[in-house]
T-cell receptor
Framework: EPEVTQTPSHQVTQMGQEVILRCVPISNHLYFYWYRQILGQKVEFLVSFYNNEISEKSEIFDDQFSVERPDGSNFTLKIRSTKLEDSAMYFC?????????????FGQGTRLTVV | DAKTTQPTSMDCAEGRAANLPCNHSTISGNEYVYWYRQIHSQGPQYIIHGLKNNETNEMASLIITEDRKSSTLILPHATLRDTAVYYCIVADSWGKLQFGAGTQVVVTP
């Protein structure tokens, strides 16, 4: 069964450092997303991406965050200058069609720890 | 804020049906009802979704009331592996799933 793959599974970084989280969506999917979940809290939407541009973003997704699809397979989330409060589980997801009527497949997540 | 209301927790005996309720009284005409679950700290897993009609797949059934203000997810024969947090989500806008706190379902032997 096809799956969304995220790397690394766990990333530890120092406060102020840049970090890039990587995702390989399912190959025929056209819509891509990032969500995050701070330990013990809800899953929060960050950003959606379609046709090489951001479709929607949340208030969390400020200028410190950026997304990119550098080639035909990868989808990345960059945090320019990490803060302690960025520590969370980050989930990538993808869907084949318009998200209003289709399922999103989530990866297993990258646990980001900022020290 | 999430547009759905779910019970905080629910226990279910293994092999029995689990009926998970969800209220979404402010749902608008073109919004779908989605159900996802999250096992431990894994990525959310899609279960089922629907607009007006009841839906069934290999995992579950979704019953949506005629006025669409509430729905029920039915796991027909719960197993221990169904222990998870279950999220009822009304698709808020294009590309955005708003997760609430969900219902913690514990399936007991």
């Amino acid at each position: 069964e096809p799956e969304v793959t995220q790397t690394p599974s766990h990333q530890v970084t120092q406060m102020g450092q840049e970090v890039i989280l990587r995702c390989v969506p399912i190959s025929n999917h056209l819509y891509f997303y990032w969500y995050r979940q701070i330990l013990g809290q809800k899953v929060e939407f960050l950003v959606s991406f379609y046709n090489n541009e951001i479709s929607e973003k949340s208030e969390i997704f400020d200028d410190q965050f950026s997304v990119e699809r550098p080639d035909g397979s990868n989808f990345t989330l960059k945090i320019r200058s990490t803060k302690l409060e960025d520590s969370a589980m980050y989930f990538c997801a993808s869907s084949v069609d318009s998200p209003m009527n289709t399922e999103a497949f989530f990866g297993q997540g990258t646990r980001l720890t900022v020290v | 804020d999430a547009k759905t209301t779910q019970p905080t927790s629910m226990d279910c005996a293994e092999g029995r049906a689990a009926n998970l309720p969800c209220n979404h009284s402010t749902i608008s005409g073109n919004e779908y009802v989605y159900w996802y679950r999250q096992i431990h700290s894994q990525g959310p897993q899609y279960i089922i979704h629907g607009l007006k009609n009841n839906e069934t797949n290999e995992m579950a059934s979704l019953i949506i009331t005629e006025d669409r203000k509430s729905s029920t997810l039915i796991l027909p024969h719960a197993t221990l592996r169904d222990t998870a947090v279950y999220y009822c989500i009304v698709a808020d806008s294009w590309g955005k799933l708003q997760f609430g706190a969900g219902t913690q379902v514990v399936v007991t032997p």
